[in-house]
């Protein structure tokens, strides 16, 4: 299994445990999970609205990749430890790390 943390936006932590190898991103976990993500393109890197801070384990997460750095490039509230959910595989690089919330609502 590989357990991570969701911190939603008014600030609560929950505990999340995938099994491995389930070829998903970290935008459709989420969805699957009832957090209101809204995810305009479907996990494209297109939009932003899956927008996730990674407060624990930046360092552990593959590097970004140019339409994900464009995209988010377009967002205000972007900083260094800024990713799109939709481009985050769950896979172990993601175990132990703890992710915010920060995208549009559906």
Do not use: W
């Not at 970290?26 to 999970?33: G, I, R, T």
């Not at 996730?52 to 205000?76: F, I, R, S, Y």
């Not at 959910?85 to 703890?98: H, I, T």
Request: proline residues 5%; contains cysteine.
């Amino acid at each position: 299994m590989i357990q991570f943390t969701i911190e939603d936006r008014d600030g609560t932590r929950q505990p999340i445990e995938v099994p491995e190898g389930i070829n998903l991103s970290l935008m459709e976990v989420l969805k699957a999970s009832d957090y209101n993500v809204l995810a305009t393109c479907g996990g494209m890197a297109l939009c932003a609205t899956c927008h996730v801070q990674v407060l624990e384990g930046l360092d552990k997460l593959p590097p970004a990749q140019d339409a994900e750095l464009d995209m988010l490039d377009t967002l205000p509230d972007a900083d260094f430890d800024s990713r799109l959910s939709c481009q985050l595989r769950v896979e172990e690089s993601l175990e132990g790390g703890v992710f915010r919330i920060r995208g549009a609502e559906q």
